[in-house]
Structure formats: C-alpha cells, structure tokens
C-alpha cells in the first residue's frame, strides 16, 4: 500500500532531551516535507527536500534539522527542544514537486514539557 | 510576504445546504492553489487549480481559481454530515517550492 509513515505517532518528552521524529515513503517521490499545526496558525511548513541531499528551509525551520541521505527517508531532529515545539507534526511527499498533490502522514503529536 | 487568507474561520449547517469556502492570497509568481480536506487526521488532497475560469470538479465538490483577483472558491453541494472537515486551502510559488497553507475553514454539518 502506498503511504507516508511517521514515527513515534505521540511522544511526550522534556525541554532539552533530543528527540527524532522519523518519516519514510514508499512511493519513490523525490519531494518530501516536515510542517507542524497549531490552533489558529494552520500548517506551516517547517523543512522540504527535493532530492537525496538537498533540503531547504521553510517557514518556521528555527529549532529544527532534517537530513535526507536516503530517497524514502526524510527525519526531523530536535536537537534541543523547546515547550513552544509542542504540536502536531506531519511529514508529506508528493512525485516531484511542492505543487504537485502531496501525501501526508498520520502525524506526531508531540508534546514538550 | 506571501500569505494566503480563508474565509469564513467556521461554518456550521444543516445536511442539504451549499456551501462557499472563500480562498485569497497574495503571493509572488503564483504557480498553483490546491486544496484539501482534513477530517481527524492527516490532510488529503482534493484539487489543484492552475489556470483561471477552469471549474474542477469531483461530486458535489468543485473549485475555481480566478488569477486576475488572486482567489478561488470551493464549493460544495447538498452537504453530508461526511463532510464535516477543515478545509485548508494552499498555495505555491513558482520560484520555489514551499507550499503556504492558509489556516482553514472549519466545516460542520449537522443532520
């Protein structure tokens, strides 16, 4: 079945303690994205990546890393996170482009002490 | 900077009623509007919309973008309680590829 994974789908940690929130695709898409949701703000888009090595920042990229050294698998590290991370978060991909329709995962609410 | 603005926040109506989702944006070499539908989980998609005057369609769902005033409509038809949702409008720039989402319309339908 073709889907978008997220793992873990809840967490609940501290301020300060690293965390990884991992993302895989089966698709073969070469676009994949990290966006987090808050009441009242909507989803803004956090990082994307077009390809193997290549991300960029988006919106609201401050406190956030991501690495894609693979095609299928595009984490999200919070090397240092914060209260105001808590949020619902949801990795995407679409084919080619951040224009084409995107796939989104279940999301991970992630809650920071 | 590139925003995108839905209106109404919130709507609430009865099984059998049509309904209007307002989508503007202001955005800097526009490439394409899409929207989506999100119940209690994840997003999934619904159009995408390029060129304007061109109505897409799926059901009793359809969608129209006019470039000239920077803003499309999602429509939807003899309402289900189904679809009872947010509904997030997005946009994308051409000279990147970010997507801005506005921060939705929240649907309610009751029978």
């Known amino acids: 079945e073709a889907q978008v994974t997220q793992n873990p789908r809840y967490l609940i940690t501290v301020t300060g303690k690293k965390l990884t929130v991992t993302c895989s695709q089966n698709m073969n898409h070469e676009y994949m994205s990290w966006y987090r949701q808050d009441p009242g703000l909507g989803l803004r888009q956090i990082y994307y990546?077009?390809?193997?090595?290549?991300?960029d920042k988006g919106d609201v990229p401050e406190g956030y890393k991501v690495s894609r050294k693979e095609k299928r698998n595009f984490p999200l590290i919070l090397e240092s996170p914060s209260p105001n991370q808590t949020s619902l978060y949801f990795c995407?991909?679409?084919?080619?482009?951040?224009?084409?329709?995107?796939?989104f995962g279940p999301g991970t609410r992630l809650t920071v002490l | 900077e590139d925003k995108v603005v839905q209106s109404p926040l919130s709507l609430v109506v009865h099984e059998g009623d049509t309904v209007t989702l307002n989508c503007s944006y202001e955005v800097t070499n526009f490439r394409s509007l899409l929207w989506y539908k999100q119940e209690k989980k994840a997003p999934t998609f619904l159009f995408m919309l390029t060129s304007s005057g061109i109505e897409k369609k799926s059901g009793r769902l359809s969608s129209i973008l006019d470039k000239k005033e920077l803003f499309s409509i999602l429509n939807i038809t003899a309402t289900q309680t189904g679809d009872s949702a947010i509904y997030l409008c997005?946009?994308?720039?051409?000279?990147?590829?970010?997507?801005?989402f506005g921060t939705g319309t929240r649907l309610q339908v009751f029978p």
């Open positions: 995407a991909s679409s084919p080619n482009r951040g224009s084409d329709e995107q796939f």
């Open positions: 990546s077009m390809n193997v090595e290549v991300t």
């Open positions: 997005a946009v994308a720039p051409r000279d990147t590829d970010k997507l801005i």
